[in-house]
């Protein structure tokens, strides 16, 4: 688990920071080089609290649908279509978990089932609320990296 | 009538009941790509169901399972003997308006096709069948209402009307036991292609195609759901989460409507050329019409 200093400290900079979000990213503006985002979507590092509430929510992130993670045992059912994601911060660097929420396909390849978390996708019979919509936002997504960097083993 | 009802409705809250309880200790038992779980047969009236058949050389599959094996006991168990199939309350509807005289000819389904125990016998393991006269596939849903429309002189049903599930449910019991078999050559093979294409093709802000669940991860659970390869052999199915019995069509735009997708109209071209690829998915499965799913 995150010490609770950094966890405070990483809240207080969410609150100063939302006033000026000037910084967010669009979806079509993401740098992607070999398979890493190394800049934040939101231009503050992600609240690892709020992170796991976007990760177990089927409305967001609706991560456990398709992946098991130990840290949320006490959700029912996890997913088994992806990989578990116990000690995901062993396997990949902050960068690089960006990447494949961004856009899961181009890290995994094009037969990838995982959603692509930070595209727009209108032209695919996508229903008319969706529409000029990304599944998370740039916070929600800096949120979940901040709580994936905590699953270490 | 209104007995009947009553006793569906209360085996139905019963059946409910006893699948959470199943659903809990299910996960234990996860086979290679089905649930390796009792009852492992589907037995109705002393007919085998062919839940698992070879596939072809040409599948994406090695084996063609039916939805029943991934179920878990309780809904399995509820398609074993006609009294615990809550689809059962269409099916005599459907009976029933199987002889009912209805529109300006005067005239009931039996007036032209007798009993439907011998007319209809292998009727629903063909379908989508090829229509001459209109150029194109038609959904049993169609022919139903051709019939109704151009031979009786009566209204339409609607696609998702009780009428329509019950004749649709009561013509596919005759076909019970006997292994699907649609015809995807000459003017189908178009069809079939475009079906093919629907299939495969991303949709929706998930950005899925029918194939990333049901080909390339049935067995697996999807959170609280286990993937099946999606066969359709047994529509119209009732599903415990309608709790009623509801159309191939109305699945298909469920499953669309989940990955954030607009799905096409019950009957449309789109959706009759899909459910004639995917009914080739299931060649030899046995129609297990009316089937019941979680």
């Known amino acids: 688990m995150i010490p609770r200093m950094v966890w405070i400290a990483s809240a207080c900079i969410a609150a100063g920071v939302t006033a000026a979000s000037a910084e967010v990213v669009a979806p079509d503006k993401v740098m992607m080089e070999d398979m890493t985002v190394g800049k934040s979507l939101s231009g503050q590092a992600g609240n690892p609290d709020e992170g796991r509430k976007v990760f177990a929510s089927r409305k967001l992130g609706n991560c456990l649908a398709c992946h098991a993670n130990a840290d949320l045992k006490n959700e029912l059912f996890h997913g088994q279509v992806g990989p578990p994601l116990d000690g995901v911060a062993d396997r990949w660097e902050e960068p690089q978990l960006r990447a494949i929420l961004v856009d899961s396909k181009k890290v995994f390849g094009g037969q990838s089932i995982m959603p692509s978390f930070y595209r727009i996708i209108n032209d695919q019979r996508t229903q008319e609320k969706f529409h000029n919509k990304t599944i998370l936002t740039a916070e929600q997504i800096e949120d979940i990296i901040a709580y994936l960097k905590t699953l270490k083993e | ?294």
């Open chain 2, 1 to 294: 009538m209104m007995k009947l009802m009553m006793a569906g409705a209360f085996a139905t809250v019963a059946a409910a009941v006893f699948v959470t309880a199943a659903a809990a200790q299910d996960s234990a038992n996860i086979g290679e790509q089905g649930l390796q779980t009792e009852p492992m047969e589907l037995v109705i009236d002393d007919e085998k169901m062919m839940t698992r058949v070879k596939a072809p050389a040409d599948s994406p599959f090695t084996e063609l399972i039916s939805g029943w094996e991934f179920r878990n006991p309780g809904t399995r168990k509820m398609e074993l003997d006609d009294f615990d199939n809550p689809a059962f309350i269409w099916v005599e509807q459907g009976e029933e308006l199987w002889s009912t005289v209805d529109g300006t000819e005067g005239k009931s389904c039996a007036t032209c096709h007798e009993d439907a125990s011998d007319s209809m016998k292998g009727v629903r393991a063909a379908f989508p069948k090829w229509d001459e006269a209109k150029g194109k596939p038609q959904a049993m849903e169609h022919q139903v209402n051709e019939c109704r429309t151009e031979r009786m002189g009566a209204d339409a049903w609607k696609w998702e009307s009780d009428q329509m599930l019950g004749m649709t449910a009561y013509v596919g019991l005759q076909s019970r036991g006997m292994p699907v078999q649609v015809e995807i050559d000459g003017p189908m093979q178009e069809w079939w292609q475009r079906g093919k294409d629907l299939y495969y093709q991303r949709v929706g802000q998930l950005d899925m195609s029918c194939a990333n669940c049901h080909e390339d991860n049935y067995g697996k659970m999807i959170r609280a759901d286990r993937l099946s390869q999606g066969q359709i052999n047994g529509f119209p199915t009732y599903r415990l989460k309608w709790q009623k019995i509801g159309s191939l069509h109305r699945r298909f735009k469920g499953c669309m409507q989940n990955i954030r997708a607009v799905g096409y109209k019950r009957g449309s071209d789109e959706f009759t050329a899909l459910e004639l690829y995917v009914a080739s998915r299931g060649q030899g499965l046995s129609v297990e019409t009316p089937a019941v799913r979680q």
